[in-house]
């Protein structure tokens, strides 16, 4: 019989190969001409929100933990080789089945009608046919999240707390939704001890006045970033009334990630200045603003700029306002200036949404941009409108312009 010196040896060969065994992939292809199943075969409804893994543990690792050099961002999974990875979540907003106006303006009374929902799906691999509808935050008989039309939703981890914080954009709430003598600020958050919820209401917040500067708008538009250190960060649009002027602005998140600190207000950032549909992103020790194109869900959809700096909070530089080609942002003066024989024409035919970082098998990473493509529905109402995904290219930190493609293939870490 073998000895018990042994059968621990051969326990620790067995372990020793668990770990250092290769990471599996799931060789995917993105399609950009047929639209995003779930694994009933029905076409996913959500839209204008972002997809990753979470990894509570990312931020406690360096840059050496990546085979690529790059430092992950949290928020990013850090694959182990020889485990299954944990899945993909995509906090999605789901507007309701109204018709579309198939037309440059797409905004109609219908998706600013309360009815717009708070999604969260999964897929362990990203590819279409393998995702589920694991919970709707808002409307549900069980939901505490106030009465208000809410667009663009993005969850983050916070380290500190060890909660999850999903973050979404109201616009217009009913009467007291938010208490008797409260008004609803301008991004209401809720909390979570998993990813897949449910997410608990838990307040509204916006920066101050004063922190945006002197001319008085609207808070719209933001993406989250969360860096390596715990930081966390936001990106937001400071419309001026009419459709002439969209800004930007960053804010470190207060710890709690519920919050703004309106003292490290970092704005407006260069660039063009009719800008919204922000993504915020690092890779390696550059940090990433890309700014998307006005346009209210229409047809279409926008161009993107890109944005660079060595710290979230700047100096930011602009690097370009043609990542797509087709749409020279800085000659636009309004938001209705999409399509052939107009100033801007993207190649994309959408609306900038967020940059995926997907995890490769040999331990690299791919940066995936999304649009919505409004206006594009194959059903003709809001509820299906497809996106585009496209597979950004580097030359060294600078990102080449957009091209287009109907499908291209990752071979995605599982």
Not at 79 to 94: D, I, K, L, R, V
Not at 159 to 178: D, E, F, M, Q
Not at 187 to 198: E, I
Not at 303 to 308: E, I, M, S
Request: glycine content about 10%.
């Amino acid at each position: 019989s073998l000895s018990s010196r042994s059968l621990i040896a051969m326990a620790f060969c067995l372990l020793l190969l668990a770990v250092i065994a290769p990471a599996t992939a799931k060789l995917v292809t993105f399609s950009n001409t047929a639209p995003r199943r779930d694994t009933a075969g029905a076409i996913i409804k959500g839209h204008d929100g972002p997809t990753q893994r979470f990894d509570p543990a990312v931020v406690k690792i360096s840059a050496s933990g990546r085979t690529s050099g790059t430092t992950p961002s949290a928020g990013a999974s850090a694959h182990t080789a020889g485990q299954t990875a944990e899945p993909f979540y995509y906090h999605a907003m789901g507007y309701p089945p109204c018709n579309e106006t198939g037309a440059v303006n797409g905004c109609n009374s219908c998706i600013y009608g309360k009815r717009n929902s708070l999604l969260v799906y999964t897929s362990p691999d990203l590819s279409s046919g393998s995702w589920d509808l694991v919970d709707t935050v808002y409307p549900a008989a069980d939901s505490n999240w106030p009465n208000c039309t809410y667009f663009r939703t993005q969850a983050v981890y916070n380290p500190s707390t060890k909660l999850y914080i999903l973050w979404a954009n109201t616009a217009g709430c009913a009467p007291k939704a938010c208490g008797l003598f409260t008004t609803c600020a301008s991004y209401a958050m809720g909390v979570a001890k998993s990813p897949a919820g449910p997410f608990k209401f838990v307040g509204t917040s916006e920066p101050t006045p004063s922190s945006l500067g002197p001319i008085k708008g609207f808070k719209g538009d933001y993406a989250l970033f969360v860096d390596t250190d715990g930081s966390g960060y936001a990106i937001i649009t400071h419309g001026i009334a009419g459709a002439g002027h969209r800004d930007m602005y960053i804010f470190r998140l207060t710890d709690d990630f519920l919050g703004f600190d309106s003292s490290t207000s970092t704005g407006p950032l260069p660039g063009p200045h009719l800008v919204e549909a922000p993504a915020f992103f690092r890779r390696g020790t550059t940090y990433y603003a890309l700014l998307g194109g006005c346009t209210c869900m229409g047809l279409y959809g926008g161009g993107v700029a890109v944005l660079t700096a060595k710290h979230p909070l700047g100096p930011w530089t602009n690097v370009t306002a043609t990542l797509d080609p087709g749409c020279p942002m800085m000659k636009q003066s309004s938001c209705y200036e999409q399509g052939p024989g107009q100033v801007c024409n993207p190649v994309t035919q959408a609306q900038q949404n967020y940059v995926i970082e997907v995890p490769l098998v040999d331990g690299s990473s791919a940066f995936v941009w999304t649009g919505d493509k409004w206006q594009q529905s194959p059903d003709g109402l809001y509820d299906e409108q497809p996106q585009t995904w496209l597979p950004l290219t580097f030359d060294g930190d600078t990102i080449l312009p957009l091209t287009y493609v109907d499908t291209f293939t990752l071979d995605v870490a599982v």
